[in-house]
């Protein structure tokens, strides 16, 4: 009976051709027989929210009904049930890929469309309270830019018709570097805007902090905790505006742009020469959480701009004259290359490991105890903490 199968009886052929992002995972199927197709996206970073903020039992009731509306969707492209159900054999199952394969995972990838950036960043979404929208933003997605430049505020407007918000258009509030990840805190209501930034300006000068980053470091700090303190200046190095420290600074300096900085530290673990950091910074200036860890001797792991200001002599590290000391990329040692499962090619494209992951807004009501805004870690991120054996509660 077998043998006599006729060609036309056999299942349906799957081709399977998926096109991955950090935000979302799309498959086209195509059923070579009857000739009908679907293209099905999943938004992966909407189901982890959902399955962070619901109930076993709602989380599954969710899964289904993807699963009912993937199966409708095949069966309208003429799939049928025999190519559901037939069994794999054992062990036919292809394994997960080691993690030398997949170095950097969350990324965004590269020439992403307009159309593709709005809907990672519609993905990212973590949180919306009548006018306020909160993202989780990626690494390396610059909030502002030249002109023509493919950054957040630039697609502000796509990302507020995507978001129902009609003509009430988003504007930003608070949000994490480009080079870093984390929190972006947007508004649609100007009034709600203008109440935020006052809040978060009567914060830093009571010396409250709002924002708390979690770092990768590369080398583990002296004190588990303390403040880092310094004046920071603008200086312009190898062609890039860089922030360099400056001594004991004078009025004149001050108004020339010199500016006092204030960081929080604490460090939350430590494994493998390197230490998990959670900072506050109390002031704002470019990349100074970046620069308060270089002068702890500790820079941020994937920071390829002020780490080369450390040198070591037999185990030592030191610090190199900040002006005189060009951006290059960060150079990890064997045994952390090692750890890390990396190549010195891809250590050379390390992501900064700095994560803006709680804010802190005012309630409704000026005595509301104020609210915890929260955005998880990115994927390489974690990543990271699994090579260094580095858990945090």
Same mark, same amino acid.
């Given at each position: 009976m077998a043998a006599g199968r006729s060609r036309a009886e056999a299942p349906p052929t799957l081709a399977l051709s998926p096109a991955w992002s950090p935000f979302r995972l799309t498959f086209t199927l195509t059923n070579q027989r009857a000739g009908g197709s679907v293209r099905l996206r999943l938004w992966t970073h909407m189901r982890a929210v959902l399955t962070r903020k619901m109930d076993g039992r709602r989380v599954s009731g969710f899964v289904w009904l993807q699963r009912l509306a993937v199966h409708r969707a095949l069966k309208d492209a003429g799939f049928g049930t025999e190519a559901r159900n037939q069994n794999q054999p054992r062990g036919s199952r292809q394994r997960s890929r080691p993690l030398r394969d997949q170095p950097f995972p969350g990324l965004?990838?590269?020439?992403?469309?307009?159309?593709?950036?709005?809907?990672?960043?519609?993905a990212a979404v973590v949180d919306r309270k009548g006018p306020l929208v909160t993202l989780n933003k990626p690494q390396g997605l610059p909030v502002t830019g030249k002109p023509g430049e493919l950054t957040l505020l630039s697609v502000l407007p796509e990302l507020s018709q995507s978001l129902g918000l009609g003509e009430r258009e988003l504007q930003v509030v608070r949000a994490s570097g480009k080079e870093s990840s984390g929190l972006v805190l947007l508004s649609s209501c100007f009034q709600t805007t203008s109440r935020l930034q006052k809040f978060f300006i009567h914060a830093r000068r009571a010396q409250r902090p709002t924002a708390?980053?979690?770092?990768?470091?590369?080398?583990?700090?002296?004190?588990?905790e303390g403040k880092i303190q310094t004046a920071l200046k603008l200086e312009h190095i190898d062609g890039v505006n860089l922030s360099v420290p400056v001594k004991a600074p004078s009025r004149k300096d001050i108004l020339e742009?010199?500016?006092?900085? =204030?960081?929080?530290?604490?460090? &939350?673990?430590? +494994?493998?020469g390197c230490a998990v950091v959670q900072l506050q910074p109390l002031t704002v200036f470019s990349s100074q959480l970046q620069v308060h860890m270089v002068l702890q001797l500790c820079p941020v792991l994937g920071d390829h701009t002020y780490s080369a200001r450390v040198g070591t002599v037999l185990g030592q590290r030191f610090l190199l004259p900040a002006e005189s000391t060009k951006p290059q990329t960060q150079v990890l040692d064997e045994a952390l290359l090692r750890c890390l499962q990396l190549t010195p090619s891809q250590?050379?494209?390390?992501?900064?490991? =700095?994560?803006l992951h709680r804010? &802190?807004?005012? +309630?409704?009501?000026?005595?509301?105890?104020?609210?915890?805004?929260?955005?998880?870690?990115?994927?390489?991120?974690?990543?990271?903490?699994?090579?260094?054996?580095?858990?945090l509660q």
């Open positions: 965004l990838p590269e020439n992403l469309s307009r159309e593709e950036l709005v809907d990672a960043l519609r708390t980053y979690c770092a990768v470091t590369n080398g583990i700090p002296a004190a588990s742009g010199v500016k006092k900085t =204030l960081s929080h530290f604490r460090v &939350l673990a430590t +494994g493998s250590a050379a494209q390390l992501p900064l490991h =700095l994560h804010l &802190l807004i005012p +309630g409704t009501r000026a005595r509301d105890t104020p609210i915890e805004l929260l955005a998880p870690l990115p994927p390489y991120f974690s990543r990271t903490l699994q090579c260094l054996g580095l858990r």
